[in-house]
C-alpha cells in the first residue's frame, strides 16, 4: 500500500523528484483504481453474498437461541454458545490466514454476536433472573428495557473491543457501535426513570431524545476515527452509516408537523449535504437529500392536495433531484476542493491526507 506521504518523504529524501510527485501519484491512482478507503467501499457480487450469508448467520442465533432454550436448558445454551464464538473465532483466523478478509470480518462479528447470549444464559444459571419480568426469551433483549442486559452490553463491547484489535476490520464497528446505542438505551432511562413507565409519553419522549443525542454522539465519533485512521482501513463507515440512521430517525420522529419545524428539518438536512461535500462521504449526501426529498413531498402534498398541480409539482421535484445527481457528479470533486479550503489548516490536511491516499 502505498500513501501520498510516502511518496512524500522519497522526495525530501531526494529520492523522487518533487516535479514528479504529482504525476505519479495521478498515474498510480489511475493504475489502481481505488483507494483504501475506496477498496472497502467498492462492492461486489461476492461481497454481497459475504454479507448476506453473515447477517443470515448471526439472525439464526435467535433461531438457533430457541431451540436450545426448548430443548435442554440455559445451561446447554451458555454452553453451545461459548463453543459456537470459539469455532467463529477460529474461523476467522483460517480465513485470515488464507487471504480472506471479509468473510473473516463477518465470522469475528458473529462471535461478538454471540456474547450477549452466552452473558444472558450464565444470568439464568446464575439465578440473576429470577425476579426478572422477561425471563424466558434472548429476544426480549431488542425489546424491553432492564439493567440486567447492561451486563450483557458491557461483555459484547469488551468482546468487540478485543476482537477488533485482533482482526482489525471494520465490520467488527457495526458490532460495537450497536452495543453503545442499547446501553444507552437501557442506562439513561434506569437513571431518569427508576420506577419504570417506559411505555408512557414521557418515556417515549426520553428515547427520542436519546435517539437523537446518540445519533450526534456516534457522528462525532465517527469524525474522529475517520481523522485518526485516515491512512488505514475505513474504520467510520459504520459509524457514520450508523449515526445517520439513528439521527436522521430520531429528527423524523420528534418532528412536530408545524411548518417552523419541516424549515428547521429541511435546513438540517441541507447541512447533512454540505458535510458530505466537505468529508467526501456519501452517506450524508444520500441521507440529507432523502430528508430533503420528504419535506418537499410533505409540503408539496399539503399545499396542493387533491389537485393537479400536485403531480405537477411532485414530477419536478422528482426530476429536479435527478438533475441535481448528474449535476453533483460533474463537480463533487471540485465542491469538495472548495469546501475543505475553508477549513483550519490542520484538519484541511488530515481530510485530505485520508482522500490522497493510495493502494
Known amino acids: 500500500m502505498i500513501h501520498r506521504r510516502d511518496l512524500e518523504a522519497a522526495v525530501q529524501a531526494g529520492v523522487l523528484n ?14 489502481h483504481g481505488r483507494s483504501p478507503r475506496g477498496q472497502s467501499a467498492r462492492f461486489s457480487g461476492t461481497h454481497v453474498l459475504y454479507y448476506l450469508g453473515g447477517m443470515l448467520a448471526i439472525s439464526a442465533i435467535s433461531v438457533f437461541t430457541t431451540l436450545a432454550v426448548e430443548s435442554l436448558g440455559m445451561s446447554a445454551l451458555f454452553a453451545l454458545a461459548v463453543l459456537y464464538a470459539i469455532a467463529a473465532v477460529a474461523v476467522a483466523s483460517r480465513l485470515e490466514r488464507h487471504g480472506h478478509p471479509i468473510p473473516s470480518g463477518i465470522f469475528a462479528a458473529l462471535a461478538v454476536a454471540l456474547t450477549p447470549l452466552a452473558v444472558f444464559a450464565l444470568q439464568h444459571v446464575l439465578g440473576m433472573w429470577q425476579t426478572g419480568a422477561h425471563t424466558e426469551h434472548y429476544r426480549d433483549f431488542h425489546r424491553f428495557i432492564d439493567w440486567r442486559w447492561l451486563a450483557m452490553e458491557c461483555a459484547t463491547l ?8 485482533r482482526f482489525r476490520y471494520p465490520f467488527l464497528v457495526m458490532s460495537i457501535a450497536v452495543t453503545v446505542w442499547y446501553m444507552g438505551m437501557d442506562i439513561v432511562p434506569a437513571l431518569l426513570l427508576p420506577d419504570g413507565g417506559w411505555t408512557s409519553p414521557a418515556a417515549w419522549e426520553l428515547r427520542k431524545a436519546i435517539l437523537l443525542a446518540f445519533g450526534l454522539v456516534m457522528l462525532l465519533l465517527a469524525f474522529f476515527v475517520d481523522l485518526r485512521t485516515r491512512h488505514d482501513k475505513d474504520f467510520a463507515f459504520w459509524l457514520y452509516l450508523f449515526g445517520l440512521l439513528t439521527f436522521c430517525g430520531a429528527l423524523s420522529a420528534i418532528g412536530s408537523g408545524a411548518l417552523s419545524g419541516k424549515l428547521f428539518y429541511l435546513a438540517i438536512h441541507a447541512l447533512l449535504v454540505f458535510v458530505g461535500a466537505v468529508l467526501s462521504r ?17 409540503l408539496s402534498w399539503h399545499m396542493f392536495k387533491n389537485s393537479f398541480g400536485f403531480v405537477i409539482v411532485l414530477s419536478v421535484i422528482g426530476f429536479a433531484l435527478i438533475g441535481m445527481g448528474i449535476w453533483w457528479g460533474r ?9 475543505r479550503a475553508l477549513l483550519p489548516r490542520e484538519l484541511r490536511e488530515l481530510i485530505e491526507a485520508r482522500a490522497a491516499s493510495i493502494a
Open 282 to 298: 456519501r452517506a450524508f449526501a444520500v441521507f440529507g437529500g432523502i430528508g430533503i426529498a420528504v419535506v418537499l413531498f410533505d
Open 18 to 31: 518533487p516535479l514528479e510527485l504529482e504525476g505519479l501519484l495521478a498515474f498510480l491512482k489511475t493504475r
Open 158 to 165: 469488551a468482546a468487540g473491543a478485543l476482537l477488533l484489535k
Open 331 to 339: 463537480h463533487e470533486a471540485r465542491l469538495a476542493t472548495q469546501l
